[in-house]
């Protein structure tokens, strides 16, 4: 049934009175959130779903801590928390598998006057190594921040180069003699390809929760090689959503999160909870659905110091070939016009 205002939020609740006829309508703040709430999940869904898939396999590099981790994948995020962010970031994924991806990453950002009040600048480099690829990629990010409801909305670009290296000197000992180098379409001598990289993001951050939308490789930049040979880099999407409830002890909050990613022709979700205590350390358990189960430890120090680890053990049949994989982060905020003894609510939802 449509609704038509007739009073603009008088303090709260507010208003509405129903068409063709003298009824009005009263709805309270927790019925505005639920709507509000409802409208924004179908607005990420929908734009989603309408994107048009390229068929590929997933390129993008995997992270287990993405709920510490988004300005690797989410321009809207840049300047989300008023702070100057560091964070680097290392992943050794499937240790004893040969030509295993291994993931580096630094990232800053910063909350800046540009355009509007609430601006955010950020910076990324990302090195992935795997097999014979080797790629160092770094990328501008810039996102526009307005309130919306009771929470912020950060719409967000990124710009960047990608350089793609592609070596045929990949050794036995890194799992060389299982490629075929009588392929046409492997390169007879190393090749590199310069890239123009473009992604774009939401991110939607209230007090208690966040959800965010966003794309990588939008522009799917591609390069050509001797005779036959041809790479791209397709369109990835994601999906991300966490919530922040403390319990009755406040000593203890318990933050469910999920993580969606595909590229149209295969998806990965991630499903995680996390348990924080004294809002200084946390510790929790995650499932990426038919791949993984992954362990999360992690502490703040009272400086603005963060350190996070992850281990993850697979599920799949891979978890004959590897030990496991790693993943260590180290991140630092300086907070601005803030105590350091301050406590904050949570670790992620400053």
Not at 210 to 237: C, D, M, V
Request: net charge positive; aromatic share 14%; glycine share 10%.
């Amino acid at each position: 049934m449509e609704y038509s205002k007739v009073l603009v939020y008088k303090y709260s609740p507010a208003y509405f009175r129903l068409p063709g006829s003298g009824l009005i309508v009263r709805l309270t703040n927790r019925t505005l959130r639920c709507i509000f709430i409802t409208k924004f999940c179908s607005f990420l869904w929908i734009l989603l779903n309408i994107c048009t898939f390229a068929a590929s396999a997933q390129q993008d590099p995997q992270i287990s801590q993405h709920m510490f981790n988004h300005l690797m994948i989410n321009p809207g995020f840049a300047g989300n928390n008023g702070q100057i962010n560091l964070m680097l970031l290392n992943r050794q994924q499937w240790v004893g598998f040969p030509g295993a991806p291994v993931t580096t990453s630094f990232q800053t950002d910063a909350a800046v006057k540009l355009i509007g009040n609430t601006d955010g600048l950020g910076f990324t480099v990302v090195k992935d190594a795997i097999g014979y690829e080797n790629n160092i990629s770094f990328g501008v990010n810039y996102a526009y921040r307005f309130q919306l409801g009771q929470g912020q909305l950060g719409c967000g670009i990124s710009v960047g180069m990608m350089n793609k290296n592609i070596s045929p000197g990949w050794s036995a000992s890194q799992g060389g003699d299982l490629v075929d180098g009588s392929d046409p379409y492997l390169p007879k001598q190393e090749v590199n390809g310069l890239l123009t990289d473009v992604g774009a993001g939401l991110f939607y951050r209230h007090k208690k929760y966040y959800l965010a939308l966003s794309s990588t490789h939008i522009n799917q930049p591609s390069f050509s090689f001797e005779e036959k040979g041809h790479y791209s880099l397709k369109r990835h999407y994601y999906l991300t959503g966490s919530f922040n409830k403390e319990m009755n002890d406040d000593r203890f909050a318990v933050q469910p999160s999920f993580f969606l990613k595909t590229d149209g022709t295969t998806s990965q979700v991630d499903l995680d909870l996390i348990i924080q205590y004294n809002r200084r350390f946390w510790g929790g358990i995650g499932y990426r659905i038919k791949d993984a189960v992954v362990v999360f430890l992690g502490f703040e120090m009272l400086n603005g110091l963060k350190i996070g680890y992850s281990y993850d053990l697979n599920t799949s049949v891979l978890a004959r070939y590897n030990s496991g994989s790693h993943e260590l982060f180290i991140s630092y905020a300086v907070l601005l016009n803030k105590n350091r003894g301050q406590k904050t609510k949570s670790v992620r939802f400053l």
